[in-house]
């Protein structure tokens, strides 16, 4: 009810994409708080007088290691977490992994909060429905993208 819920946040989730056009971005298995053990892009809650893009930046960068460019919006999606008793309103924004010599080298995401986040792995949005999509196992506003915005994740499958 309404006693113990708390007010809807907004959350910022980031499909980082490799810069020569693969079609696959950093996903990471969850740990230590609600969702644990699901698939999440990484990203975070929206901060006092950010912009998505701002938060976006700020995110990767503290989770990753990863600074970001031509990071765009994406779509929003409506998530209540019935378990937990949370409502996130998420934010999905896509960006490209800056490579720290200008192209040529692989990026790699660090994994700068290890009790966050069991590691950060490249996947497609094909791959991630196959592997990841049973259910339980991606975390609810990435469920919740497939389900409320399939034409857009359409556009996510052939990029
Ligand atoms: P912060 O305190 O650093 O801002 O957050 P965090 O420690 O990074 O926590 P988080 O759980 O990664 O993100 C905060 C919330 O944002 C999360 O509990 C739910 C919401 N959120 C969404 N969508 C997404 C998403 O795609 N990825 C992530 N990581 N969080 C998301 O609503
Ligand atoms: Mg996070
Ligand atoms: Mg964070």
Not at 66 to 89: E, G, Q, W
Not at 99 to 109: A, C, K, Q, R
């Amino acid at each position: 009810d309404s006693n113990t819920a708390t007010p809807p946040r907004v959350g910022v989730g980031v499909f980082v994409y490799h810069g020569d056009g693969s079609p696959e971005f950093i996903i990471g298995q969850r740990k230590g708080s609600h969702g644990a053990g699901t698939f999440a892009l990484p990203g975070g809650h929206l901060e006092h007088g950010e912009s998505f893009e701002e938060c976006a930046a700020r995110e990767i960068l503290e989770e990753t290691g990863l600074v970001i460019d031509k990071v765009k919006f994406l779509t929003a999606t409506n998530s209540v977490f019935h378990d937990t008793r949370k409502h996130y309103v998420t934010i999905f924004m896509t960006a490209v992994a800056r490579s720290s010599d200008g192209g040529s080298s692989t990026i790699e995401p660090e994994l700068i909060e290890p009790d966050k986040c069991e590691g950060w792995t490249w996947t497609t949005f094909n791959d991630m429905n196959q592997k990841y999509g049973g259910q339980q196992s991606l975390f609810l506003p990435l469920l919740d993208l497939v389900k409320q915005r399939p034409d857009i994740c359409q556009t996510l499958g052939s990029r």
